[in-house]
């Protein structure tokens, strides 16, 4: 069947129940936002609680451009758990979604990256012909992105293993609407508001109400802290101490730590 991408390796536990902090917008606005994220618990064993205070996972920033963030999820799954828990891991700027329908498709957009769904226009099986400089010239002039920002989000291919053996599936929310013109055959796709089949069959999938078939193991890293680096003349050289938590799930696994030093304009420095 048609189904989206998802990397098994940053899903939430089976059967868990996310915390969620909406951090700004008007109660109607929290309101909406909370209704229409909770249409992924219908299909997936997972549960979204909305708190006013105390720690959660899932943290939404509701307003303007700020930073100059659109709709965006920091982090797949579990990935957003590294990030400071004084900042978003979710951002929608709200002066852009000016009917339910929009906001309604974006927050579901959004959530599913949340619990570990991809875009599913990178996926191998699509087929896209993209006129790339078109779409390049479009998105500068109407977005502001980069050449590296549009490969990043429309023509970067994910590797087979995230299709989970499943089909293209056009009808995604997590697809971006395509032009006809952004195409060399004219082939297009709308925008999707509403979860697809197939998205209730991936999720279904990846967070079944009993075992999860395909179980990875999957891993956490947290409470990223500040790095201490002290003068070592024992060692003619400096110790470095990097501050974390690092969690397993899953299937068990031996986690091998690796560490690259890199210079102020972010080359990577040769070591042995």
């Not at 996310?18 to 249409?39: C, T, W």
């Not at 959004?110 to 012909?129: D, Q, R, V």
Request: aromatic share 12%; proline share 3%.
């Amino acid at each position: 069947p048609t189904r989206g991408l998802a990397d098994n390796n940053f899903l939430w536990d089976n059967g868990k129940t996310l915390n969620v902090k909406l951090l700004s917008g008007s109660p109607k606005l929290k309101e909406k936002v909370k209704s229409y994220a909770k249409e992924w618990e219908k299909y997936a064993n997972l549960k979204f609680n909305f708190i006013e205070s105390g720690d959660a996972q899932i943290r939404v920033y509701l307003g303007d451009s700020k930073g100059n963030f659109g709709h965006v999820t920091m982090g797949l799954g579990i990935r957003c758990l590294m990030r400071d828990p004084n900042d978003f891991t979710m951002h929608f700027d709200t002066t852009n979604l000016v009917t339910d329908k929009s906001l309604r498709g974006t927050v579901l957009h959004e959530f599913g990256h949340a619990i570990g769904l991809m875009h599913e226009h990178m996926s191998p099986a699509s087929g896209i012909k993209w006129n790339k400089e078109i779409v390049y010239a479009r998105l500068k002039l109407t977005q502001g992105w980069s050449k590296e920002m549009v490969d990043a989000q429309l023509f970067q291919k994910y590797n087979m293993s995230y299709t989970n053996g499943t089909n293209y599936d056009a009808k995604s929310i997590m697809h971006y609407p395509i032009s006809r013109w952004d195409t060399q055959d004219g082939y297009a796709v709308g925008w999707n508001y509403d979860l697809s089949e197939g998205d209730k069959a991936l999720v279904a999938a990846l967070y079944p109400k009993g075992e999860r078939a395909n179980e990875v193991a999957r891993v956490a890293i947290s409470n990223l802290g500040a790095t201490t680096i002290e003068s070592n003349t024992n060692k003619n050289g400096l110790s470095i101490y990097p501050s974390f938590s690092i969690s397993c799930a899953g299937k068990q696994a031996e986690l091998y730590y690796v560490s690259f030093l890199l210079d102020e304009e972010n080359r990577f420095i040769p070591t042995t």
